[in-house]
């Protein structure tokens, strides 16, 4: 599946970073930004496995004459960042 291929991925590339990490030495802030990335990563794949079924729903509401609203939330994730920044 997708999400199995892409937990490969990631371990694939935890593991490189370790072996590089080992190698030339980094600052432990390397962590933070792959596990962030990791986080944003799977969060979004989330979001496109639901994509499927919300366009049918929409679709099968359209043909009962019905108005539907996609509401698309976000966490503030991005404004967190800029303020943890200044």
């Given at each position: 599946?997708?999400?199995?291929?892409?937990?490969?991925?990631?371990?694939?590339?935890?593991?490189?970073?370790?072996?590089?990490?080992?190698?030339?030495?980094?600052?432990?802030?390397?962590?933070?930004?792959?596990?962030?990335?990791?986080?944003r990563?799977?969060?979004?794949?989330?979001?496109?496995?639901?994509?499927?079924?919300?366009?049918?729903?929409?679709?099968?509401?359209?043909?009962?004459?019905?108005?539907i609203?996609?509401?698309?939330?976000?966490?503030?994730?991005?404004?967190?960042?800029?303020?943890?920044?200044?």
């Amino acid at each position: 599946s997708m999400y199995d291929a892409a937990v490969d991925w990631w371990n694939h590339a935890k593991a490189q970073l370790e072996m590089a990490i080992d190698k030339v030495g980094a600052p432990k802030l390397i962590w933070r930004a792959y596990w962030a990335a990791h986080q944003r990563f799977f969060k979004e794949l989330c979001i496109c496995a639901k994509i499927d079924e919300v366009v049918r729903q929409a679709k099968d509401y359209l043909n009962q004459d019905c108005s539907i609203v996609i509401g698309l939330q976000a966490t503030g994730e991005s404004g967190m960042e800029v303020a943890l920044e200044e």
